[in-house]
């Protein structure tokens, strides 16, 4: 069984462009979450779709948002780019929410912002 | 207080040893406990889970959770080089499922 996957695995953009991300599930697996890591701060969540709908949400401005197709492929975008949101953004499925579901990333979009 | 903490490391020990990785959380409803693995440049692995109170072994590796405590472990056996990563404690909240991570303690194995 395919892993997750996400597209692209590298980006570069400059300050105020927007950027979108797309991560496609473990194949049966309905749950997405999003999470940006960096060094300073380690894995922080973003959001969490279930179903086509956010269902979880971290504290992250406005500028990030997302959403999940009826196929629970999973899109996130970030307008207004700062040098700040330059990190690794990693998707990750589970079969369904909460209880025992494991959780499973893919690779990871490495983000740069100049 | 943070809502999931781990020792922050680094741990180094030497090839053959025991390493005893360390996780407490803040949310006494949290039901579901898991231990990541990243190696530089990579993203995290999913390597144990548990659930209830005791011991789960798999291998080398050991998870440990302690509910009264606030508290899980991760025992290596038999430490290997191979072993040197970022380990990472997840802990999935009681009332809205979120998987909240701890900053990851980093596991050097010397030869």
């Known amino acids: 069984k395919a892993g997750v996957t996400q597209t692209p695995r590298y980006l570069i953009k400059t300050r105020g462009q927007q950027v979108t991300l797309s991560c496609s599930p473990i194949?049966?697996?309905?749950?997405v979450s999003w999470y940006q890591q960096t060094p300073g701060q380690g894995l922080q969540f973003l959001f969490e779709?279930?179903?086509?709908?956010?269902?979880n949400k971290g504290n992250f401005p406005g500028r990030f948002s997302g959403r999940q197709f009826s196929n629970s492929r999973s899109e996130m975008n970030v307008s207004t780019l700062e040098l700040g949101d330059s990190a690794l953004y990693l998707c990750?499925?589970?079969?369904?929410?909460?209880?025992?579901?494991?959780?499973?990333f893919g690779p990871g979009t490495r983000l740069t912002v100049l | 207080q943070k809502e999931v903490e781990q020792n922050s490391g680094p741990l180094s020990v030497p090839e053959g040893a025991i390493a005893s990785l360390n996780c407490t959380y803040s949310?006494?409803?949290?039901?579901?406990f898991f231990w990541y693995r990243q190696y530089s440049g990579k993203s995290p692995e999913l390597i144990m889970f548990?659930?209830?109170?005791g011991d789960k072994e798999d291998g080398r590796f050991t998870a440990q959770l302690n509910k009264a405590s606030q508290y899980v472990s991760l025992l290596i056996r038999d430490s290997q080089p191979s072993d040197s990563a970022t380990y990472l404690c997840?802990?999935?909240?009681?009332?809205?499922?979120?998987?909240?991570f701890g900053k990851g303690t980093l596991l050097t194995v010397n030869p």
């Open positions: 990750a499925s589970s079969l369904v929410r909460g209880g025992h579901s494991e959780q499973f």
């Open positions: 194949s049966g697996h309905r749950s």
């Open positions: 779709y279930f179903s086509e709908t956010q269902r």
């Open positions: 949310d006494r409803g949290s039901q579901s």
């Open positions: 548990i659930y209830s109170n």
């Open positions: 997840a802990v999935r909240g009681g009332s809205n499922y979120k998987l909240t």
